[in-house]
């Protein structure tokens, strides 16, 4: 997703590596497992969404290098109230360099000797040459050791600014209520995404099964709804949510769909249904009702 109200572009980071698997896959070469902890505290960056895949794909590359069968890639994303990665001094400086991408192995890189050869394609962004293309675009490298061994490579991008897009992404405190998006129908998922976090919710998002169970892993009960599309790839969202009772134990349910509620069949006790298409003021009032009622 971009716009371009003043010669400049943003792009929604989230979105677009939870939406990159198949892409790493082609670019390392081979079948490598990876994990993915999006962060809901990320907004837009002021980078074009093909440059942040660009850049993504150069980090997993760098990345996959000391990775063999027992290991794999996590792909990570961290914005405004999210830790600072390495030595905060360093990334004090780096000024609007606010949201990351970290890449790395999960377990301890294997021996020099013993490491898998990773072909690079053609044409594709060297070390340097992603270091420089970062510094172009206002953002910076950096190479974190990690304690376990290996290295950490992060990505400083700098977010959207007032000035260029009319829109300044909403920073969410930790004591926001967090929502689990799941929506396959990029254009919708970006709507509303961009509603919820307006009227201050942090929004986690993802797009199919699999993005949607790692992100109940990760976030755990800290997500207090989940709003799912009832028609997801390879999955109802009804069995979807039944697969995120375990993690997200405390979590209301409100289920979109642009069928009519009769067609959708029985819904999981206490969920809720909203038909597409739905205006904002539907929508936040929804889900304002079904945190309310969590609560009691």
């Known amino acids: 997703s971009q716009s371009s109200s003043s010669g400049e572009s943003w792009s929604d980071l989230n979105q677009i ?16 497992s990876m994990r993915f902890a999006l962060s809901p505290n990320v907004a837009r960056v002021g980078v074009a969404a093909a ?32 830790a600072e990665v390495g030595d905060a001094a360093l990334c004090s400086n780096v000024g609007t360099a606010r949201a990351r991408v970290i890449v790395r192995a999960e377990r301890v890189p294997t021996p020099a000797s013993l490491r898998k050869v990773v072909s690079m394609p053609h044409g594709q962004l060297t070390l340097p040459e992603l270091e420089a293309s970062l510094q172009q675009l206002g953002g910076r490298l950096e190479l974190v050791p990690l304690e376990e061994g290996g290295v950490a490579f992060v990505a400083h991008l700098p ?42 919710y942090s929004v986690i998002t993802a797009h199919n099964e699999r993005t949607a169970l790692a992100q109940g892993e990760q976030h755990g009960a800290a997500i207090r709804l989940i709003v799912s599309d009832l028609v997801l790839p390879g999955v109802s969202g009804t069995d979807l949510v039944r697969r995120l009772r375990e993690p997200c134990e405390h979590a209301r349910v409100l289920y979109m769909s642009g069928y009519s509620p009769e067609h959708v069949g029985a819904l999981v006790e206490g969920a809720s249904f909203l038909r597409k298409p739905f205006t904002a003021e539907e929508l936040v009032r929804t889900v304002r009702e079904l945190l309310a009622a969590s609560i009691h």
């Open 17 to 32: 590596v939870a939406r990159a698997e198949s892409a790493i896959l082609q670019a390392v070469g081979g079948s490598v």
């Open 159 to 200: 977010y959207v600014s007032s000035a260029s897009s009319g829109r300044m992404p909403v920073a969410v405190g930790a004591t926001a209520d967090v929502i689990l998006l799941v929506e396959d129908e990029p254009q919708v998922q970006a709507v509303t995404t961009r509603i919820l976090r307006a009227f201050g």
């Open 51 to 82: 440059e942040v895949q660009t850049l993504l794909l150069a980090l997993c590359r760098e990345a996959c290098a000391p990775l063999d069968s027992t290991r794999r890639l996590v792909i990570e994303t961290r914005g405004l109230n999210d």
